[in-house]
């Protein structure tokens, strides 16, 4: 049942920070934190992160420095995938609260100076949801099944599917319904016949159907619900997928999840989406105090994501680009310049991220040949990635140098991407690594996650944590966490950082070197440390240069920012 709660609210300035009035564009150059409600913190002791769990911890997140918190899905769901399969997106699931805590969390959120964005899952619901039992209940063309993508299938009796769509998680990307009146079946076939719905990811999220009027009048009373709560903006899931190509035609070759990103799809990053994204501009335009929305879409190129930011569209899009870019200097400055001109073009800012819950944590990526490699160039990476302009997004723990868990034992594991593939070795291309949650303080497991020492927590966490926690490297000048709080306070602090102008200048092979106003930050990607002019006074380093005279000799792997 959908529970009933409806408020507003409006964040108020942090302490110790200046007001910034509502109409200024905060998003452009916003720091936003990534919270994985199901990791960040337990209230409850069940082992499972909750919407007071976060709210208790909010108080990290401003000191931290981050402008605003984003939560992944907590909405009433069978949790087949984490959450992203939505049975009511009015309601609060038993596993992270109810409705008052999410108004309690937006409240607090709003007095500590922080706004709150939650995600919305427009491509697709739960197999639970009410409108999916009425499709299965009604007749092949039916009304209900207009929500959804139906269809007859292939070949003697309609045994194959419709198409030759894959399913991002795996295997096909149709399951088929055991008897024409819509009774569920799983991977059963009936010789009589049966249609075929579409998932293009797991089978217990059947994909909408948006050519269906009633899905859009749907969606926008959904995001009603929560402006009216009080939330500041969207993030949403699957952007670039709510429209399929007209009669679903087929791609003609496997492992299609390896194009995504790389080509237009039949169904992604089709250019009907732009439509429907549109008038979801409208509607954030009509509440008070610059409400956004922010697209997870993947595009081939940089100038078809800019398509999703034009000026009466979204406000921003994830830049999965610079994620994937590998640790060298001159694919990053191509990165960099294609993005800003893509964006520059439609007058958006630039997205910059280098982690989320869906990809193998950066501190793990850049370990070419060790953890301690890994976490030198994760450090020096988020100091570019500050530098930069735009807005910044932060995953949970990133500030912490997490690594990814790679040694989590199959009777764990939770990604259904593991259990649609059946692959039952290794950890690469699964997601639940980047989801171990995160430590608190002291010794042992659960690291104040929950509220027992020795308690659960859903997935385990390393023995390695216990250094790795906010108690143990708060105050350490060296630590991780201290780093990134230096680093956002400046950020606050200078100028020329933030939204605004940036130019590279000459450096060494190997080096990049981009000055902002008032600012200069150098990259070392090399191996070797590197000799440069002192180019004036140094404000941080992920890693500390030595200088002599006129010269500084910048460790590898390293960043450093000074003042000019």
């Not at 009796?157 to 399951?175: H, K, M, Q």
């Not at 990526?365 to 994760?378: F, I, K, T, V």
């Not at 200078?494 to 590279?504: I, K």
Request: glycine residues 10%; contains cysteine.
């Amino acid at each position: 049942m959908t529970q009933e709660l409806t408020t507003t609210s409006a964040p108020s300035p942090r302490p110790g920070t200046a007001a910034a009035p509502y109409g200024d564009g905060w998003w452009r150059d916003a720091v936003i934190y990534q919270v994985y409600v199901r990791s960040f913190a337990d209230s409850d002791g069940d082992g499972i992160g909750d919407l007071r769990g976060v709210r208790q911890r909010l108080p990290h997140l401003a000191r931290l420095g981050v402008d605003a918190v984003w939560l992944t899905p907590f909405y009433a769901s069978p949790q087949a995938d984490g959450g992203y399969d939505v049975a009511d997106y009015r309601a609060v699931d038993p596993l992270f609260g109810d409705l008052r805590d999410a108004d309690d969390l937006v409240r607090t959120a709003h007095e500590l100076g922080l706004r709150v964005i939650v995600d919305v899952v427009p491509n697709h619901t739960s197999d639970r949801h009410p409108w999916f039992a009425e499709a299965l209940a009604d007749r092949p063309g039916g009304p209900a099944r207009a929500r959804y993508h139906f269809r007859a299938g292939r070949g003697p009796d309609g045994a194959l599917p419709p198409n030759d769509w894959e399913s991002v998680f795996g295997g096909p990307a149709w399951t088929r319904t055991t008897d024409p009146d819509g009774t569920p079946g799983g991977t059963s076939q009936s010789k009589t016949g049966g249609e075929w719905y579409l998932h293009l990811f797991a089978p217990e999220q059947p994909d909408l159907d948006w050519d269906c009027p009633e899905v859009r009048e749907e969606f926008d009373s959904v995001l009603r619900f929560w402006l009216d709560l009080g939330v500041d903006g969207f993030r949403i899931d699957v952007a670039h997928g709510m429209v399929k190509a007209a009669g679903l035609p087929d791609i003609g070759r496997k492992e299609q999840a390896k194009l995504i990103g790389a080509q237009v799809l039949p169904f992604f990053d089709q250019d009907g989406v732009h439509e429907i994204h549109r008038s979801w501009r409208r509607l954030l335009d009509s509440y008070p105090g610059d409400r956004i929305g922010v697209a997870e879409a993947w595009a081939p190129s940089a100038e078809r994501l800019a398509l999703y930011v034009r000026p009466d569209e979204l406000h921003q899009a994830f830049n999965f680009h610079f994620l994937r870019c590998p640790w060298d200097a001159a694919a990053m400055r191509a990165v960099i310049d294609e993005s800003l001109a893509a964006t520059a073009s439609v007058g958006a800012p630039t997205t910059w991220v280098l982690s989320n819950h869906d990809v193998v944590r950066h501190t793990t990526r850049y370990a070419d040949q060790s953890p301690e490699q890994g976490l030198r160039r994760a450090r020096a990476a988020a100091l570019l990635m500050l530098a930069l302009p735009g807005s910044t997004y932060i995953y949970q723990g990133e500030e912490l140098g997490l690594p990814e868990v790679t040694d989590l034992p199959d009777e764990v594991r939770q990604d259904p991407a593991f259990f649609r593939t059946g692959d039952a070795s290794g950890q690469d291309g699964f997601r639940d690594g980047c989801r171990v949650p995160i430590p608190w303080s002291g010794t042992e497991a659960p690291y104040g996650f929950g509220p027992a020492p020795g308690g659960p927590s859903w997935l385990p966490q390393p023995e390695s944590w216990a250094d790795l926690s906010v108690e143990a490297q708060t105050g350490d000048p060296g630590s991780t966490l201290e780093l990134y709080r230096a680093a956002l306070a400046l950020r606050r602090e200078v100028p020329g950082l933030g939204d605004g102008p940036m130019s590279w200048c000459p450096a060494p092979e190997g080096v990049l070197a981009l000055s902002r106003p008032g600012f200069l930050c150098v990259l070392n990607t090399c191996g070797d440390a590197v000799e440069l002019p002192v180019p004036g006074r140094l404000l941080l380093s992920s890693a500390e240069p030595a200088t002599e005279g006129d010269t500084v000799r910048l460790p590898a792997d390293s960043c450093a920012w000074w003042a000019m």
